[in-house]
């Protein structure tokens, strides 16, 4: 995310003739017809609630809508085939009027559908729209179209309610893949298929809102008379798009915004949580999906020794990154899949523990390093993060005053765009990363992780989910392992699998998981029924004051 200062006016003395020719300048905008891109006021007494957040939606096409800005605007205005309860990561059916039928051989979904829904342009919603809009999510080949086109063989309606897709090979996170956002239904008269052709300034789906009003600033969503659920308990949302976290935080102390979530720094949330404590608003906090970890690159020096890698996971010290860098707001994670899933085993703890300083010396100098002949490992991450900047310095504090001068950690920032195209470059040892989830199911933290269609012990992964995330990470057992799961519809055997990964993972250490987020929402008094589902989305029908 990109961050754009103020810059202060320092001009005076402007002659008479500009004064007079500024001020007509300014009557004559004042007075010209306002554009549709006016912040929007509270809506005070009139039973619309008012969003605040820092997120800038940059399409709200749902076939190309990957980031969290515009996957959370296309959540509320859209319905799927299945959606989580809040607070679960089980689905259940929204479009779809039960959980799939799935054929024997684990290939065919076969979905019934919801009858008497229609769409906010008044088009009928059936079989053939919702098949529409899934083969538009996959060839019209959007940022997330990966996600189902690496999966489906075809789409079918099968009947006028029922819908049928066929897998290329068992997925058995599938129907969790078609709770994401973008896979929702889409009017077939508002949208076209074609790579390429998105509408990123219009919404047309079933949702219980439908868009007003779409500005650089802000955007209307008005409830949608015509919607087949339970109709929002408020009367619309306007979204308030602030520029920077201290704007958000301002305009929610002022009582600008009767909602504000993301992004606030933590000190920030820190500052409202104890106003919330003397009863000024409220806070709402709810157990993340974002993990954060450092990726280590095995194709670079000294990261291609595995005692090396264990050595940086030893010394990582999580309470101490928790307190300094978080300010309390996360929890420390010890697995690359989070606790939100059962399936989670805390191995880096039990293998690692945490400053474990002594342990990652002598690792260090089995490896043949010393103070002589240090090891020295680089970090890299996007300028942009503050809190991964001083996590990066926290960790380079943590090596120079514990490590006996045997690891001696650089720090590096590039720009983020650059970052995130480098970083499947191979140009960094180390990198520190934020993961959001896709969907919710522990596969999304394996395969993209450690999945390699093409590679080597010798050379690393030269194709593949860990090379996109830097890492390089090559092991044929991994490999294997992960295509078990995706097959493996038994949860207990699922369960025994994903405990077999994350051994092999804390094992070879390709990379170290350092903490899992914690949501905050802040809201004004007043303001009742405010929730998150599993994905971060904040649920705007439920919001009433």
């Not at 549709?36 to 076939?63: E, F, H, N, Y």
């Not at 003397?278 to 990261?303: C, E, F, H």
Request: glycine share 6%; proline share 6%; charged share 20%.
């Amino acid at each position: 995310m990109t961050w754009f200062s103020l810059i202060a006016r320092r001009w005076y003395g402007i002659t008479k003739f500009l004064s007079l020719f500024c001020l007509c300048l300014i009557l004559v905008v004042s007075c010209a017809p306002r554009p549709q891109t006016t912040t929007l006021s509270s809506g005070t007494g009139d039973g619309r609630i008012t969003v605040g957040t820092t997120l800038k939606p940059r399409t709200l096409d749902p076939a190309d809508a990957y980031e969290l800005a515009s996957s959370s605007l296309v959540f509320n205005m859209s319905d799927r085939l299945y959606t989580y309860e809040p607070g679960s990561t089980e689905i259940k059916p929204q479009l779809a009027t039960a959980l799939p039928q799935l054929s024997q051989d684990g290939l065919t979904y076969t979905i019934p559908l919801r009858q008497g829904v229609v769409f906010h342009d008044g088009t009928p919603f059936n079989a053939k729209a919702m098949e529409f809009s899934i083969q538009r999510f996959i060839e019209n080949k959007g940022k997330p179209s990966f996600l189902l086109s690496d999966t489906v063989d075809a789409v079918k309606a099968t009947g006028e309610n029922e819908l049928t897709i066929t897998l290329k090979r068992p997925f058995a996170a599938f129907p969790s893949l078609l709770a994401f956002s973008g896979v929702c239904a889409v009017s077939p008269k508002a949208y076209e298929i074609g790579a390429g052709k998105f509408q990123p300034n219009t919404f047309v789906g079933t949702g219980p809102y439908k868009l007003a009003q779409y500005g650089t600033d802000s955007l209307r969503l008005d409830v949608f008379d015509q919607y087949w659920g339970e109709k929002p308990v408020n009367q619309g949302i306007n979204v308030q798009i602030q520029t920077s976290p201290v704007n958000l935080f301002n305009a929610f102390r002022t009582g600008a915004v009767d909602v504000a979530y993301l992004s606030l720094q933590p000190d920030q949330i820190r500052s409202l949580e104890a106003g919330a404590k003397k009863g000024d608003w409220q806070t709402i906090t709810a157990q993340g999906s974002v993990v954060s970890y450092m990726v280590l690159n095995r194709n670079q020096k000294p990261l291609d020794q595995p005692e090396v890698r264990a050595a940086i996971a030893s010394m990582i010290d999580r309470p101490l990154l928790n307190e300094r860098v978080l300010l309390g707001q996360a929890d420390p994670l010890y697995s690359m899949i989070p606790t939100t899933f059962k399936v989670s085993q805390p191995l880096f703890k039990n293998q690692y523990g945490d400053a474990n300083f002594e342990r990652a010396k002598q690792l260090l100098t089995t490896a043949g390093f010393s103070k002589e002949n240090p090891a020295k490992v680089q970090i890299w991450y996007p300028a942009s993060s503050g809190t991964r900047s001083l996590a990066a310095q926290t960790l380079k504090s943590l090596a120079d005053q514990q490590m006996d001068g045997l690891l001696q950690l650089e720090i590096s920032t590039v720009e983020s765009a650059t970052f995130f195209k480098d970083i499947s470059r191979g140009l960094y040892p180390a990198a520190l990363v934020d993961w959001y989830p896709d969907f919710l199911d522990p596969d999304n933290y394996v395969q993209p992780f450690l999945s390699c269609q093409k590679g080597s012990n010798t050379q690393g992964c030269e194709e593949g989910g860990s090379r996109s995330q830097g890492s390089f990470y090559y092991n044929e057992a991994i490999n294997n392992l992960i295509a078990q799961q995706r097959q493996e519809q038994n949860p207990e055997a699922r369960q025994q699998i994903f405990t077999e990964i994350q051994t092999q993972v804390a094992t070879d250490v390709p990379y170290i998981p350092l903490w899992q987020s914690k949501d905050y929402v802040f809201a004004q008094k007043g303001v009742n029924n405010v929730q998150l589902d599993p994905t971060q989305n904040l649920i705007y029908p439920t919001i009433q004051k």
